[in-house]
């Protein structure tokens, strides 16, 4: 039973590009978040996707954005890089929108992002 | 807003001795509340949870107890090894889908 996927692993972009990060749920999950790991900080959550819809955001500006396949997978889009969004983006999926009941949300290793 | 707060680290301990990692948080409602490991160049693990007042979650020989008179949820363990050594993050989720986390406490196990 494949985990959460994440591609590519590390990503080297230079300010005022843009950037796209891949993300595939576990198996049987449905819903994806994502979130964003500053160095040495904790997770912060961007948005999340359900049914295709972005169901919740998190305070990030517009320049990040994302999309939910019919296949449950996610794409995560950043424009206008700034230093600053220079993290670890992680992706986790979980099973309908119950995380506030405890369903677990699993995570993938991530996508290092390096914006010089 | 809804927070978590955890000790900073590095804690630093030898082999088999006591762990305890401090958390406590700020929420509206009644939130869930859990404990991720991050293991280095890794994704975030599940490591225990917990969804109402009272419980205790465990796992691994990790415990940790749903206290809500005090807005805590310390992670315990009564022997740690080599192989604990990692970043340990509290999250709880309020009335939304989303997980918040602590800034996260780096434990470092020696032989």
């Known amino acids: 039973d494949a985990g959460v996927t994440q591609s590519p692993t590390h990503l080297i972009k230079t300010r005022g590009q843009q950037v796209t990060l891949r993300c595939s749920p576990k198996?049987?999950?449905?819903?994806v978040s994502w979130y964003q790991q500053a160095l040495g900080q904790g997770p912060q959550f961007i948005f999340q996707?359900?049914?295709?819809?972005?169901?919740q955001r998190g305070n990030f500006p517009d320049r990040f954005s994302g999309h939910q396949f019919p296949n449950y997978s996610s794409e995560l889009n950043v424009n206008a890089l700034l230093l600053g969004d220079s993290a670890l983006y992680l992706c986790?999926?979980?099973?309908?929108?119950?995380?506030?009941?405890?369903?677990?949300?699993?995570f993938g290793p991530g996508t290092r992002l390096l914006v010089l | 807003g809804n927070s978590v707060t955890q000790m900073e680290g590095p804690v630093t301990l030898s082999e088999e001795a006591f762990l305890t990692i401090n958390c406590t948080y700020t929420?509206?409602?009644?939130?869930?509340l859990f404990w991720y490991v991050q293991y280095p160049g890794e994704g975030l693990q599940l490591l225990l949870k917990?969804?109402?007042?009272?419980d205790k979650g465990s796992n691994k020989g990790f415990e940790a107890t749903y206290r809500k008179e005090t807005t805590s949820f310390h992670l315990e363990k009564g022997s740690v090894q080599v192989s604990d050594s990692a970043v340990y993050f509290c999250?709880?989720?309020?009335?939304?889908?989303?997980?918040?986390f602590g800034s996260g406490t780096r434990l470092l196990v020696r032989p």
């Open positions: 917990a969804t109402k007042a009272d």
């Open positions: 198996s049987g999950h449905d819903t």
């Open positions: 929420a509206t409602g009644y939130p869930s």
């Open positions: 986790a999926s979980s099973f309908g929108l119950a995380v506030r009941d405890g369903e677990t949300q699993y």
């Open positions: 996707y359900y049914e295709e819809e972005e169901r």
């Open positions: 999250a709880l989720t309020d009335s939304s889908y989303k997980l918040i």
